[in-house]
């Protein structure tokens, strides 16, 4: 029997990455954050551009922690344009996957079972992955990451995990190669829904 297959596609900092791309503004060669600055140095950033990424700034900071000889653009949180725009690329998902086999997780993740469409369009799991990536790019602009897997869980973990060590920006898990690569895996917090507060 051939198992199940889920993409889980995440939007690469995507309220960062739509600021950017809003400002015809390369995300990773810019440093932008996502913050509203008229509540001070203290308020949060609620994203940054991947260039800020590289030069080891935290996801999440804020304002007074990044430092001080770094220059960046700061936008102010525009929630309805990142609707606008996730919704935008929902429809994309549309073009190859029926909707009742996608399910939005969060405003720029969601996971898609492919299970039923590789055949159809005589695709690896892979080849699909890179089609749907490479049309939310080309045509808004914004990066997408992608994590495949024989259940919902696995696609994720190959999505919060694998992904960032591959340079297609895709990971992969089954469960033989979980068990082979990851389950010794540390820290344990890397692991989707296992938190600091899971061993408090």
């Keep these: 029997m051939t198992p199940n297959i889920y993409l889980c596609i995440d939007l690469k900092t995507f309220y960062a990455s739509v600021e950017c791309v809003e400002r015809a503004l390369d995300p990773f060669s810019t440093n932008l954050v996502v913050a509203d600055e008229t509540r001070g140095?203290?308020?949060i950033c609620l994203a940054i551009s991947p260039r800020m990424k590289m030069l080891g700034?935290?996801?999440?900071?804020?304002?007074?922690?990044?430092?001080?000889?770094?220059?960046?653009i700061i936008a102010k949180p525009r929630m309805k344009k990142y609707m606008e725009y996730s919704a935008n690329i929902y429809a994309i998902y549309l073009k190859y996957i029926s909707k009742?086999?996608?399910h939005?997780?969060?405003?720029?993740?969601?996971?898609?079972?492919v299970t039923h469409y590789?055949?159809?369009?005589?695709?690896?799991?892979?080849?699909?992955?890179?089609?749907?990536?490479?049309?939310?790019?080309?045509?808004?602009?914004?990066?997408?990451t992608c994590g495949i897997g024989t259940n919902l869980y696995l696609a994720k973990i190959a999505l919060d995990i694998m992904s960032k060590h591959s340079p297609t920006n895709?990971?992969?898990?089954?469960?033989?190669?979980y068990r082979?690569?990851?389950?010794?895996?540390?820290?344990?917090?890397?692991?989707w829904q296992i938190g600091k507060r899971n061993f408090k």
């Design 41 to 43: 140095k203290g308020a």
């Design 180 to 191: 082979k690569e990851l389950w010794h895996h540390k820290p344990l917090t890397d692991f």
């Design 118 to 144: 590789l055949n159809m369009y005589k695709m690896k799991s892979i080849e699909l992955a890179k089609v749907i990536m490479k049309d939310i790019y080309d045509t808004f602009g914004i990066t997408a």
């Design 170 to 177: 895709i990971g992969w898990l089954t469960e033989e190669r």
């Design 57 to 72: 700034i935290k996801n999440r900071c804020r304002l007074y922690e990044i430092p001080k000889n770094v220059e960046y």
């Design 100 to 102: 009742d086999d996608i």
């Design 104 to 113: 939005v997780y969060s405003i720029d993740e969601a996971f898609l079972d």
